[in-house]
């Protein structure tokens, strides 16, 4: 069984840095497009970063020039390193890794999320 556990939120200033981890367990064979999402009270999720499988990255427009995301395939992880962060980026942030095992094949694992607060 695959599980995805995020780590990393929690309450920080306007204009400081967080880094949020997630980190993926289970018989996984291949590990594809992994990304980060978050979701706002009252509003839809929404896509924050992307790597996909052949190495490209894709940021949202609200995020360029503030946060990096990362992955490590031996280690299977994804990190988003979020700098400058603003009130508005105030979300629950999920983890999704596109993935397959070694029984199943390619399909989106989401992590359980994790809150991350700007407030001063």
């Known amino acids: 069984q695959v599980r995805l556990v995020e780590s990393g939120g929690g309450l920080v200033q306007p204009g400081g840095s967080l880094t949020l981890s997630c980190a993926a367990s289970?018989?996984?064979?291949?590990?594809?497009?992994v990304g980060w999402y978050r979701q706002a009270p009252g509003k839809q999720r929404e896509v924050v970063a992307v790597?996909?499988?052949?190495?490209?990255?894709d940021l949202g427009d609200s995020v360029k020039g503030r946060f990096t995301i990362s992955r490590d395939d031996a280690k299977k992880t994804v990190n988003l390193l979020m700098n400058n962060l603003k009130p508005e980026d105030t979300a629950v942030y999920y983890c999704?890794?596109?993935?397959?095992?070694?029984?199943?094949?390619?399909?989106?694992?989401w992590g359980q999320g994790t809150q991350v607060t700007v407030s001063s």
């Open positions: 790597i996909t499988g052949g190495g490209r990255t």
């Open positions: 999704k890794m596109d993935l397959a095992t070694r029984l199943s094949s390619y399909r989106p694992y």
């Open positions: 289970g018989d996984i064979f291949r590990i594809y497009d």
